[in-house]
């Protein structure tokens, strides 16, 4: 069975600085996907950016980055010039090849003090 | 607004009692999947449909929980018989007909209290 971890149950980060959140997986299968959601406070989750295993290629969107090392089922999260919006839960999620269900990790709730 | 729709968006129901709730997908998605969420906790799988026909069950989904998507639009989510352990939060997500990875798209979520 496939399995996410996050091991930083809470983080916090001044306004404009970088953080960094940290996801690692445990799979059997050569073909999967890895994602990063975002959910604020009583809000709905938000797709924030996704990684195709077989790209070695770290994903990108504006402020958000992942840091994908596939050896060793590293996935992590890197948010640049955080901002107050972007305080919510951070769930790693992972989809495994030819599956279509999403396992999660227990999240990490982050906090952009100003 | 063209995202997912859950209604209703809080239940408060009677140990014993029946509940259902609805999820209204992303008109031009054909997967549609059930989750639940308690505190603390990140999403766990349910069900998931493709267009009608469900694909697949997760063993949390004991035999009090049933799903459909009758016409492959809506999908309805039953507790039969509901005990304390199944308050939790229920979300419904769709996706886009293109197997594995391009992210599921998820509603407000159906907050279940049993008492």
């Known amino acids: 069975a496939q399995t996410v971890t996050q091991s930083q149950p809470e983080m916090s980060v001044q306004e404009a600085e970088t953080v960094t959140l940290s996801c690692t997986y445990d799979?059997?299968?050569?073909?999967?996907?890895l994602f990063w959601y975002k959910q604020p406070p009583s809000r709905q989750m938000i797709l924030v950016i996704r990684?195709?295993?077989?790209?070695?290629q770290n994903a990108t969107e504006n402020r958000f980055s992942v840091n994908f090392q596939k050896a060793a089922k590293s996935f992590s999260l890197k948010i640049s010039d955080s901002q107050l919006g972007d305080t919510a839960m951070y769930f790693c999620?992972?989809?495994?090849?030819?599956?279509?269900?999403?396992?999660f990790g227990k999240g990490t709730k982050l906090t952009v003090n100003p | 607004d063209t995202g997912v729709s859950q209604n209703p968006r809080h239940k408060i129901t009677k140990r014993g009692q029946n509940v259902t709730f609805r999820c209204d997908p992303i008109?031009?998605?054909?997967?549609l999947y059930w989750y639940r969420q308690t505190l603390g906790q990140g999403p766990e799988f349910l069900t998931y449909f493709q267009n009608e026909a469900q694909l697949e069950k997760s063993r949390l989904l004991s035999d009090r929980f049933s799903a459909e998507r009758p016409k492959g639009s809506f999908s309805t989510l039953e507790i039969q018989r509901t005990e304390q352990g199944d308050s939790a939060m229920y979300l419904c997500a769709s996706s886009f007909p293109v197997a594995g990875g391009l992210g599921q798209y998820f509603g407000p979520g159906t907050r279940l209290t049993v008492t």
């Open positions: 990684q195709e295993a077989y790209k070695q």
């Open positions: 008109s031009e998605h054909n997967r």
């Open positions: 999620a992972s989809s495994p090849g030819g599956s279509e269900k999403l396992v």
């Open positions: 799979t059997s299968e050569s073909n999967y996907y």
